[in-house]
């Protein structure tokens, strides 16, 4: 069984068996959105250069929540009927997309907070535009790119760096099955909470010869694809963890809800760190804080990178380990945030002055074997000389 923490399958059969509700969008768009994720349900009509087979839940409440939102800005900031008609409206879209990074588009949820993401919009009704090309294609219908100038940059989200001794630092303070948690999750480097709330103890295998665990993230587990990783950092701690609670080998070595473990680590990180910072919710009476911008399992993921980045020789081994496909989410996940220069001057005399390095080391080279030659012939000599005593000696000693 795996673990669903977003509770991504429920919600989203739910609003099906609720009649796909998608209020304040018109009829004709509804039906198209419909269609949509119908098919992406199945893995009909997918862009052939992504993988074959159904979306996951997660993606299809993402896409249902995003054509949501971009049917009602559309009627609204261009005053289309139906979404089809959004063909031949470039300029209209390149406007509207520009409206929405400049923060002049409200977020539907947060009617008072600009719309944020803009980029994942974009990808959304990308997505669902190269769809309707195919699908119309399908009925003999020819429909118009529009997608061509499209911006589908995204800002990336930002995220607390913490090093290794901080860690320690927060584990110190930490209950410990939270503190067994932090360090898994940090020198796994794994996915929070999807990877993480799926691993097993059956997962874990002991290296008897040198005292480590290797880890097992299984590929119907994973979002990319299955990999063993050694834990280098916290399998000592884990397996006393495990010894001490009794954990038999098919149970999740990790239960807590994620809501509850980011409110934790929110206080942790605020309280010992300094990380994040205080927010005034409620009102009169009913005020309380809460810690904001702190340390969440988001944050762990980034911290391992940057912890891990500059201890790999080779960059298709860290791929491995994170579970990445593309080079690029290596300086997505590091950025060089909480990275310094640490190139120390032997290292600059390696790389900059080799060539002169290694003609010294000739050099040095030949010297030595210069001395050899005449080691090798001054002990030539003292044989001939240890010779000649010895025979002169015995010469000696005859004659007595």
């Known amino acids: 069984m795996k673990k669903d923490p977003h509770n991504h399958e429920n919600a989203y059969k739910k609003w099906q068996a609720n009649g796909c509700q998608m209020q304040g969008v018109n009829p004709e768009t509804r039906k198209i959105i419909l269609e949509y994720l119908e098919d992406m349900e199945l893995g009909a009509n997918v862009n052939p250069l ?8 997660g993606r299809l409440r993402n896409l249902k929540s995003k054509m949501h939102s971009i049917a009602l800005i559309f009627q609204k900031e261009i005053g289309i009927e139906s979404i089809s008609e959004m063909q031949g409206k470039e300029k209209e879209l390149l406007l509207l997309a520009k409206k929405m990074r400049d923060g002049k588009i409200y977020s539907r949820r947060y009617g008072n907070k ?22 119309s294609r399908k009925d003999g219908i020819e429909i118009k790119n529009i997608l061509g100038d499209i911006d589908t940059r ?12 901080q860690l320690k630092v927060l584990c110190d303070y930490a209950k410990n099955d939270y503190k067994v948690m932090m360090s898994f999750l940090f ?25 480590y665990y290797v880890l097992n993230i299984r590929e119907e587990t994973s979002k990319t694809f299955g990999r063993e990783i050694k834990l280098l950092l916290c399998s000592q701690m884990l397996r006393e963890y495990l010894e001490s609670y009794n954990f038999k080998i098919n149970d999740f070595i990790f239960k807590k809800t994620p809501q509850r473990v980011n409110q934790y680590l929110k206080n942790l990180g605020y309280n010992n760190l300094g990380i994040g910072k205080k927010s005034v919710r409620g009102y009169g009476e009913k005020k309380y804080s809460v810690v904001v911008d ?16 500059p201890r790999y ?7 491995y380990r994170f579970g990445w496909k593309k080079s690029e989410m290596i300086h997505y996940y590091t950025e060089l945030l909480g990275m310094r220069d640490t190139i120390g001057e032997e290292d600059l005399y390696i790389d900059v002055s080799k060539t002169k390095l290694e003609n010294e080391i000739k050099d040095k080279g030949r010297k030595i074997e210069v ?26 000693e005859v004659k007595i």
């Not at 996915?191 to 103890?201: F, G, H, I, Q, W």
């Not at 969440?296 to 940057?306: E, G, I, N, P, V």
């Open 154 to 165: 995204e800002n990336k989200p930002k995220f607390n760096y913490f090093t290794l001794d």
């Open 50 to 57: 992504t993988k074959r087979g159904a979306r996951s839940y």
């Open 313 to 319: 020789k080779s960059e298709s081994a860290l791929k």
């Open 187 to 211: 020198d796994s480097g794994m996915r929070a909470p999807t990877e993480m709330l799926n691993a097993k103890v059956s997962d874990l295998s002991w290296n008897s010869k040198e005292n």
């Open 371 to 396: 001395l050899n030659e005449r080691l090798h012939r001054q002990d030539k000599q003292m044989q001939e000389i240890m010779a000649t005593l010895k025979a002169l000696q015995l010469e000696k």
């Open 114 to 135: 600009p719309l944020a993401g803009v980029g994942a919009y974009m990808k959304a009704f990308q997505s669902f535009w190269n769809w309707y090309q195919r699908k």
């Open 294 to 309: 702190g340390i969440t399992l988001y944050d762990f993921r980034h911290s391992s990178a940057c912890y891990w980045l």
